[in-house]
Structure formats: structure tokens, C-alpha cells
Nanobody, 123 residues
Framework: QVQLVESGGGLVQAGGSLRLSCAASGRTFSGYNMGWFRQAPGKEREFVAT???????YYTNSVKGRFTISRDNAKNTAYLQMNSLKPEDTAVYYC?????????????????WGQGTQVTVSS
């Protein structure tokens, strides 16, 4: 089992920045692929970014150049640095983890999920 706890969400003005953290406990963090997803009211959960256990990172097009995913295996923590935030980035952001090699851009590719943290970007 892996337990994930997100933090760092909040209210920010458009153009501002936030850094989300995902603290993991349980099994060996370094062997897990870590992903960030978001879900806005009335919409499906969508892929934001992922970082593999090997350090490779991938982003959805709408956040490329603005968001950066990273991980610190010594701290068992993954991060999502979000810059130049836009109102359309408003959502609940979820951290996810999986040790397999399934499609990491789909929610089904992850076995473990955090409870989510709210990000609200005002215009």
C-alpha cells in the first residue's frame, strides 16, 4: 500500500504561482511513477503531468512551459510547480502513483490516489 497526501493548494490570482506537494508513505517511493491529475466541477478527471521512476516527465499540452513536475526520492515527495496560472487551471488536483507501466496519461494507469487539493485561480 502507498498513502499519498497532497498539499499546497489555495487561491491565487491569474499569473501567479503555486507549488503542490505529494508526500508518499508506504513502499519504496523511488520505484513508482508519479502523476498529477485535475478535475474541475462537472468535468472528467484529466491528466496534467507525470514523472517516471527513471525521471522522465510528460505534460498535457495546456500546461507545457508553465508547469514543472519533479520528485525528491530522499523525501518521498513529488512536486508540481505551477507558474503563469490561468483561471482555467482551477480544479481539484490529485496526486497518483503506480509501479507499473500502464498508460500514465490515464487515471486507470494508477493504483494509488491522494485526497486532492483545491487550486483556485481568480481573474
Amino acid at each position: 500500500q502507498v498513502q499519498l497526501v497532497e498539499s499546497g493548494g489555495g487561491l491565487v490570482q491569474a499569473g501567479g504561482s503555486l507549488r503542490l506537494s505529494c508526500a508518499a508513505s508506504g513502499r519504496t517511493f523511488s520505484g513508482y511513477n508519479m502523476g498529477w491529475f485535475r478535475q474541475a466541477p462537472g468535468k472528467e478527471r484529466e491528466f496534467v503531468a507525470t514523472i517516471t521512476w527513471g525521471g522522465g516527465s510528460y505534460y498535457t499540452n495546456s500546461v507545457k512551459g508553465r508547469f514543472t513536475i519533479s520528485r525528491d526520492n530522499a523525501k518521498n515527495t513529488a512536486y508540481l510547480q505551477m507558474n503563469s496560472l490561468k483561471p482555467e487551471d482551477t480544479a481539484v488536483y490529485y496526486c497518483a502513483a503506480d509501479s507499473g507501466s500502464s498508460n500514465l496519461s490515464l487515471p486507470a494507469g494508477y493504483s494509488y490516489w491522494g485526497q486532492g487539493t483545491q487550486v483556485t485561480v481568480s481573474s
